[in-house]
């Protein structure tokens, strides 16, 4: 987001506060409530400062980084992939890079880290006293170097400053160091030197020219790739109810309006915003939603204490500024939810104002197990998650409360519902964040693991902004998306579980996701099938294009965008790997291709059963192929059956199997790969090719044959051997490929040696685009129909030499009335052709030489229109028909050389073949060859 847009964004949300909320001013005076005078506090208490009673869970993770990695290297910060549901979200920064030409290379940091924590351990070792005083001197100063050699440019780049004023001498100055005098060294507490191994980290990270990246990142299941990819937060609004947070600049254009009090409670508001939303912008700490807008009120006065009344109005102030989630990092000791917060969610006021709201609260850091019962107005419920904290191994923090087996009761004193219903953890040990005064601390407390959970509802609420009036369904995908710890379930300590962000920005069970179809204007929810299969690359690919999934939460929903790409099953206009064409020579027949006395390069068998002048009756076959995934084409032999009457001029033919070989009929190209999907003689033709067909032709002079011919496929999917398990389960619940085609062809022998032919042919698809299905029949319900014209030629040049040449153009057109795909009014333009030279007798009696070029059938250019139900209101969730267009074609162009070479040995008891071929510019993007043999002995 540019700073221009940040800036428009942030002067709207304040310009719609002053227009809709009303005025307060900082020093209002508030009626006591009866019975609400004790005060409560912010939620940290013995742990601030920082290493106080808790110190804080150091002994078994002493020295820091061998557990730690400190927060680097097994974190693997913003590299890679995420797959919160579908495809692939975009790592953070595609430049995530030094900010300034000093900064040391994030790779290298990584490195020096490394090497940093195995020093470390050895002055741990130092510091108990095994070795001398002066070796632990010497060997502190080799740390000190080696940091001034790495870190020194920065630091001097960003100050101005030398490395040893900028630093070290604040640093020593802070823990009484004199590198001159050891014993300065070997008086440090172990806690003291965990505590300097912490600052010395984070001091030098800050000279790294990026963002802090931090343990719960990794935790929680967040990176900021999620924010950038689901929304940093701009449409939402949160209520911190805390501290004064308008101190720190990292987070100050966030904040929208401050009310309460002044006081800044040692920062804790500011740290607590901080992981929230402050910004991405290369230094510094990131928040979870960057770019929310924070509604602040400070209840807590100059000692650092908020009166009931004082949180009352802050609620009421934050309600009335449209915050659709208020967190709350206070509370009284003792409790995870101290019964006097029933007169604040109970009071009328409070309840009328936030039941559209959620609130987040801390549980506190007492270590207490809360017990007995609470009884409840479940009239006045309000929308409650409480939040207790794990440490950095995921366990429960010593000093977090726990909510126990306590019971939310009814008026009857019957337990409706266990208090541990509404809790989870996150988060909340050892968190890097601001300290109030331009520096950073480390602070530990369920005051900093709530955030981190009001951080992910503002996702949500930014990713679905109608969520934020649900927020019953807000608090349950909050819950029921937390990664579970401890006893299975929901259980007294961890409650729910572990926030997890990626989960809660995922559906919470595929298999209730539901879509809509659009028939006659109405839609129709329908039960999703299993669209996370891998897909099967297609010509076309959808970029950008979504087709969007609907997940029903309670009253409301969320839709979850689908690259359409990912329904398309099928391949078209592509070279298969080569590797499979040497597959389908070794297993063919190449034995048919040496046929009797003259050699050819045939995939049939004729045999002329009735031979006379009125009446000829001629059966050919072939016997089973291998399949190969990519082409349309059963696994069956081919059977054909024509009678002709030669003095008539006329003739008919019937048959099951390569329908478009039959009907092509050119002399050259006898194979049937020549004439499928993959060849290059008209292989739109081929899609309709696999069943049933049937052709008439009729001399219309001596030279001069008209032929007209019908054929078409049902084809099964799944029931291929030759299938992968990914193409099967592609394939799962796609119906039947339908199609059928109609080709009239005019034959011409222009000499004793040319032959030229002309073509057209209509193929229709009843339930595909050139091929191409979707696993929802109502993406291409209306099929397609593809009008093709072909010129073909063969020129037997004597000697034994013929060569042979065809060329196909295509247009195809596709509509969709109410929902799938649809073309434009220029259609999809495609072309295909192959040459073929052929040599026989060329090294002896009966063998064969053939050449081919071919280029499969390519998509030249085209557009589409995908049209389907999406959100056409995203303030509201309304639902509409949305059209999405995208280009087609423009791809490599695929080309294909093929060699074959096929002779008898002598006695007839054998043939030998040759084989060769280089795909170029293939479906993979690389160009393949593949080169082999064979030798076939008769007994």
């Known amino acids: 987001m540019t700073g221009r847009l940040r800036t428009l964004l942030r002067s709207a949300a304040l310009a719609a506060l002053a227009t809709s909320s009303p005025s307060f001013a900082d020093d209002w005076v508030i009626e006591p409530i009866t019975g609400l005078e004790t005060p409560t506090k912010p939620l940290y208490g013995t742990l601030d400062p920082f290493y106080g009673a808790i110190s804080p869970f150091y002994g078994t993770l002493t020295p820091f980084y061998g557990n730690i990695s400190p927060f680097w290297g097994s974190l693997n910060p913003f590299y890679g992939n995420l797959t919160p549901f579908w495809g692939d979200l975009n790592p953070f920064y595609s430049n995530i890079g030094a900010a300034t030409a000093t900064s040391p290379a994030l790779s290298d940091i990584g490195h020096y880290w490394e090497q940093f924590g195995a020093q470390w351990q050895g002055k741990e070792s ?48 802070k823990y009484g160091i004199d590198p001159n005098r050891p014993l300065t060294l070997t008086s440090m507490s172990s806690t003291k030197r965990s505590q300097f191994f912490l600052d010395w980290y984070d001091g030098l990270m800050a000279y ?62 500011v740290g607590v915003a901080s992981l929230m939303v402050a910004a991405h912008d290369g ?33 009421l102030s934050l309600a009335s500024r449209n915050a659709s989630v208020i967190n709350m990092s206070l509370g009284q000791p003792g409790y995870v939810l101290h019964p006097d917060w029933r007169k604040i969610f109970f009071d009328p006021a409070v309840y009328q104002a936030t039941q559209g709201r959620v609130f987040v609260m801390a549980a506190g850091n007492d270590g207490v197990v809360q017990t007995g019962s609470m009884r409840w107005d479940w009239s006045r419920d309000p929308n409650l998650i409480l939040v207790g904290s794990t440490d950095i191994n995921g366990n429960i923090s010593t000093f977090s409360n726990t909510p126990g087996d306590t019971c939310l009761t009814d008026g009857t004193g019957a337990c409706r519902e266990k208090l541990m219903n509404r809790f989870m953890v996150a988060p909340g040990e050892l968190m890097l964040v601001p300290d109030g005064q331009g520096g950073f601390v480390r602070r530990n407390g369920t005051s900093f693991a709530a955030p981190l959970v009001s951080g992910a509802i503002t996702l949500l609420h930014d990713r679905w902004p109608w969520l934020a009036q649900h ?47 659009v028939r006659k204007g109405v839609m129709t929810p329908k039960a999703a099938p299993d669209l996370r299969a891998a897909g099967i690359d297609t010509t076309w690919e959808a970029d950008g294009v979504y087709f969007n999934l609907y997940e029903p939460i309670g009253e409301t929903f969320r839709d979850f965008s689908v690259p359409v790409s990912s329904l398309l099953v099928g391949k078209v206009g592509t070279l298969t790997g080569a590797s499979e064409y040497f597959q389908r020579f070794v297993e063919g027949r190449l034995k ?48 054909a059956m024509r009678i002709a009457n030669p003095s008539g001029g ?10 478009s070989l039959a009907l092509n009929g050119q002399s050259g190209f006898g194979l049937a790969t020549d004439h499928d999907t993959q060849g290059g003689v008209n292989p739109v033709l081929g899609l309709a090719s696999g069943g049933a067909f049937a052709a008439a032709d009729a001399k219309l002079s001596d030279s001069t044959t008209l032929s007209v011919g019908f054929t078409q496929q049902r084809l099964v999917h799944g029931r291929s051997a030759a299938l992968t398990d990914a193409e099967r389960q592609a394939y799962r619940g796609v119906d039947p490929f339908l199609a059928d085609g109609l080709n009239i062809r005019i034959t011409h022998q222009a000499s004793a040696g040319l ?85 026989t007798g060329l090294l002896g009696h009966g063998d064969a030489l053939r050449v081919s070029l071919v280029q499969p059938l390519h998509i030249e250019s085209g557009k589409l229109s995908y049209r389907s139900v999406g959100v056409v209101n995203r303030e509201t969730g309304e639902l509409g028909v949305v059209d999405q267009r995208f280009g087609v074609g423009g791809q490599n162009r695929p080309y294909a050389a093929e060699l074959l070479y096929a002779a008898p040995l002598p006695g007839d008891r054998a043939e030998i073949g040759l084989f060769g071929r280089a795909d170029l510019q293939s479906d993979q993007n690389v160009n393949q060859f593949a080169v082999g043999g064979r030798l076939n002995v008769h007994f």
């Open 126 to 173: 130092l510091w108990t006293g095994l070795l001398t005083t002066v070796q632990l001197q010497t060997q502190f100063n080799k740390m000190v170097a080696d940091a001034q050699t790495f870190w020194g440019p920065s630091v001097t780049a960003t100050t101005g400053k030398s490395f040893q004023d900028a630093f070290l001498k604040p640093l020593y100055a």
């Open 650 to 659: 006329f003739g008919f033919s019937v048959g099951f199997g390569d329908g």
């Open 283 to 315: 230094k510094g700490v990131m928040g979870i939603a960057p770019n929310a807008t924070v509604i602040a009120y400070n209840p807590f006065d100059a000692t650092n204490t908020a009166s009931w009344s004082a949180v009352r109005q802050g609620i």
């Open 755 to 839: 032959t030229l032919s002309a073509s057209l042919a209509r193929v229709h698809e009843h339930n595909g685009l050139l091929g191409v299905q979707s696993r929802l029949q109502s993406d291409l319900g209306n099929g397609a129909i593809t009008d093709t014209a072909t010129m073909s030629a063969t020129l037997e040049v004597g000697g034994g030499f013929t060569l042979a040449a065809s060329g196909t153009a295509g247009r195809t057109h596709a509509g969709a009335s109410s929902q799938g795909f649809s073309t434009g009014s220029g259609g999809i333009l495609s072309s295909a052709f192959a040459f073929s030279a052929t040599k």
């Open 471 to 517: 927020p019953k369904e807000t608090v349950d995908i909050l819950l029921n998306s937390a990664k579970d710890l401890g006893a299975p379930g929901v259980d007294p300590v961890y409650g729910h579980g572990l926030l997890d962000v990626q989960a809660s920005q995922s559906p919470l069970d595929f298999n209730k996701l539901q879509f809509f179809e």
């Open 208 to 269: 790294s020219g990026t963002d802090r990246v931090d343990h719960w990142m990794r935790e929680v299941n967040w990176t900021p790739a999620i924010t950038q990819q689901q929304g940093s937060g701009t449409r939402a609004i949160i209520g911190l109810l805390d501290g004064t947070a308008t101190s720190d600049p990292d987070i100050a254009d966030n904040v929208a309006y401050s009310g309460g009090y002044n006081s800044l409670v040692n920062g804790h508001g």
């Open 592 to 639: 048919d291709w040496v046929s009797g006395k003259t050699a050819s390069f045939s995939d049939f068998t004729a045999v002329r059963m009735i031979d006379t002048p009125t009446l000829q009756v001629t059966a050919s076959t072939t016997g089973p192929r291998a399949t190969y995934f990519g082409s349309l084409r059963p696994e069956m032999p081919h059977t």
